[in-house]
């Protein structure tokens, strides 16, 4: 195999579609160039990803004529991840500045269909309230973690400026904050047509909670308010 095809064989080694001695002679080609592990290593980021795959068991194998087309999409895939990057580090950057206890949510003024938050949204088991004093229309969505539970929150009719934090409630009465945000003076409506013009919240995070153990999750102000309470 030359060098040029070694140079192709980047993606796949990641992959691990690569046959033993394949990998053999990749291997042996890889501790001589420096342009395919520079390639290796920047593809190795998407290892993280690959935790959450184990959960519900390992990736198809990709069959031969369709590895091209994978491979291109990773290449997109990184690019986009780059770009998303930069601008996470520019609001963590601007948070910084307004406040420790607010952190990044997205929402739907423009809509981010792969955002996490809104991803881990529709993968969960959702629970929906609204509440009869405030309006606040809130839906925690739930998966079950090794090490608790996943919680996303899709939360509209709230106008700001406020603060607010979700709190998780076991059936013991313990509370864990889950996560805290920040809403602007627009809002977060749930209707295009809503007077706000600004779309729902999508944030997430996590409580150490078991889902069996939760019983409720509250929307708070964090100078004491009320918004809603969704039970479980």
Known sequence: MNGSAHHMDVGAYALGVLDPAEAARFEEHLAECDRCAGELEQLLVVTPLLAELKETGPPPR?????LDGLLRRV?????????RR???????????????LTTLALTGQEHHPESAAEEMYEQGTKHHAVDPATKADATV???SKPWG??????????????????????RKGQEQTVTTWAVPASGYGTDKGD????????????TAFPVNDIARF??????????ATVNI
């Open 195 to 206: 007077k706000w013009g600004a779309g729902p919240l999508y944030t997430h995070g996590g």
């Open 62 to 66: 990709p069959r031969p004529e369709a």
């Open 149 to 170: 539970t996943r919680v996303a929150l899709k939360l509209g009719h709230v106008k700001g400026p406020l603060t607010c934090r979700l709190v998780a409630v076991s």
């Open 75 to 83: 290449t997109v895939a990184r690019s986009v991840q780059r770009t």
């Open 141 to 143: 969505s739930l998966a």
């Open 218 to 227: 509250e929307i708070r102000t964090l100078d004491g308010g009320h918004l």
């Open 86 to 100: 930069s601008v996470l580090v520019a609001a963590a950057a601007a948070l910084i500045v307004a406040g420790p």
